[in-house]
């Protein structure tokens, strides 16, 4: 266990049951009242931003995770395969740990996995991806006055928003959280 001068930003510790990492961490020593220390924090399991107030030298669970880049091989039910590149020892990591962006990752992709005590506890895709356009409805030409957005299958199956020049066999950039349209790939 540590304490409330072992904090700082980027640090993993367990509030509430759930697991969380920093944001923000302040000491502040308000007039005549007790110091105290203030943290910003992410809730890893839901991605929500949550305040709290400790007292200081107030003791704190502090989780010691480690970050490894793997590659993901396929999908095998509820888990994906993912192999370290250095030690080609395989994991099996929950599909859940990647949220919605499951829908644009392919195999061969690297990918962020973070680990406590030998468990996967949350995982993020590449924040980039390059997929090639499988479908899409022609565009109706004369709109151009303003940013006409249409839908289109990507090779992965997901179904995204592109602006209406995209056709079938265009290689499009998509942010992985936002599942939003960055641009064309030049080749």
């Given at each position: 266990?540590?304490?409330?001068?072992?904090?700082?930003?980027?640090?993993?510790?367990?509030?509430?049951?759930?697991?969380?990492?920093?944001?923000?961490?302040?000491?502040?020593?308000?007039?005549?009242?007790?110091?105290?220390?203030?943290?910003?924090?992410?809730?890893?399991?839901?991605?929500?931003?949550?305040?709290?107030?400790?007292?200081?030298?107030?003791?704190?669970?502090?989780?010691?995770?480690?970050?490894?880049?793997?590659?993901?091989?396929?999908?095998?039910?509820?888990?994906?395969?993912?192999?370290?590149?250095?030690?080609?020892?395989?994991?099996?990591?929950?599909?859940?740990?990647?949220?919605?962006?499951?829908?644009?990752?392919?195999?061969?992709?690297?990918?962020?996995?973070?680990?406590?005590?030998?468990?996967?506890i949350f995982a993020s895709p590449p924040k980039v991806v390059e997929l090639e356009v499988t479908y899409t409805e022609t565009a109706?030409?004369?709109?151009?006055?303003?940013?006409?957005?249409?839908?289109?299958?990507?090779?992965?199956?997901?179904?995204?928003?592109?602006?209406?020049?995209?056709?079938?066999?265009?290689?499009?950039?998509?942010?992985?959280?936002?599942?939003?349209?960055?641009?064309?790939?030049?080749?």
């Amino acid at each position: 266990m540590a304490t409330t001068s072992d904090i700082s930003i980027g640090t993993y510790i367990r509030f509430n049951d759930d697991i969380c990492q920093m944001v923000e961490w302040q000491h502040r020593t308000p007039g005549n009242l007790r110091a105290f220390y203030q943290g910003r924090m992410r809730n890893l399991r839901t991605g929500k931003l949550n305040e709290h107030r400790w007292r200081s030298g107030e003791v704190i669970e502090v989780l010691r995770v480690e970050i490894h880049e793997l590659q993901y091989l396929y999908r095998e039910g509820d888990n994906l395969v993912c192999m370290d590149p250095t030690s080609f020892e395989q994991f099996h990591i929950p599909v859940e740990l990647f949220g919605d962006a499951i829908g644009l990752m392919k195999e061969e992709m690297t990918v962020q996995v973070g680990f406590e005590s030998d468990m996967p506890i949350f995982a993020s895709p590449p924040k980039v991806v390059e997929l090639e356009v499988t479908y899409t409805e022609t565009a109706v030409k004369g709109d151009t006055s303003n940013k006409v957005m249409k839908a289109a299958t990507v090779e992965t199956g997901a179904e995204i928003q592109v602006p209406s020049f995209v056709e079938i066999g265009t290689v499009v950039r998509i942010d992985t959280e936002t599942r939003a349209y960055m641009d064309r790939v030049k080749k």
